[in-house]
């Protein structure tokens, strides 16, 4: 199974480039993944003030410069792992060294596989179709 570890910026996340000990302490926790073998990728990302989105409105691009208004919480890095279970990823995650001082979190989606798609859009399509059943598209 493979699964996304995302690290959210905080508003106490500092702007930049993190201080030396989070960076060395995010470079070890990275290490201790490949020494495991379950590390596919991993990658800090610059602050959100530097993101570019596309917008798609009908046959239109719309190129857009900057995070999402209002938006509180931006993926600071990431890991991609490979893992046998759901709790052993969150395993890994719960031994991430804290990023920022204050609260901080990450977020841990499952990659879909291949193999899965056709399930995982057959229960998509399932689930949207009940909600417009019941009255709540």
Do not use: H, N
């Not at 570890?5 to 993190?18: F, K, N, Q, W, Y």
């Not at 995010?26 to 596309?54: M, T």
């Not at 009908?58 to 490979?82: C, E, N």
């Not at 990450?106 to 229960?123: G, K, M, N, T």
């Amino acid at each position: 199974m493979r699964f996304v570890m995302m690290l959210r910026a905080t508003t106490e996340s500092p702007p930049g480039v993190p201080s030396q000990r989070i960076l060395s302490e995010l470079g070890r926790y990275s290490q201790d993944l490949v020494k495991a073998g379950v590390l596919l990728a991993s990658e800090g990302l610059y602050p959100g003030s530097e993101c570019v989105r596309i917008r798609f409105s009908g046959g239109k691009r719309i190129v857009i410069d900057g995070p999402p208004k209002g938006a509180s919480q931006l993926v600071a890095a990431f890991w991609l792992v490979q893992v046998r279970s759901r709790d052993e990823v969150l395993e890994w995650a719960r031994r991430c060294p804290t990023p920022v001082p204050g609260d901080s979190e990450i977020e841990v989606r499952r990659c879909v596989d291949p193999d899965d798609a056709d399930d995982v859009l057959a229960r998509e399509v399932r689930r949207r179709e009940k909600r417009r059943s019941d009255g709540r598209a």
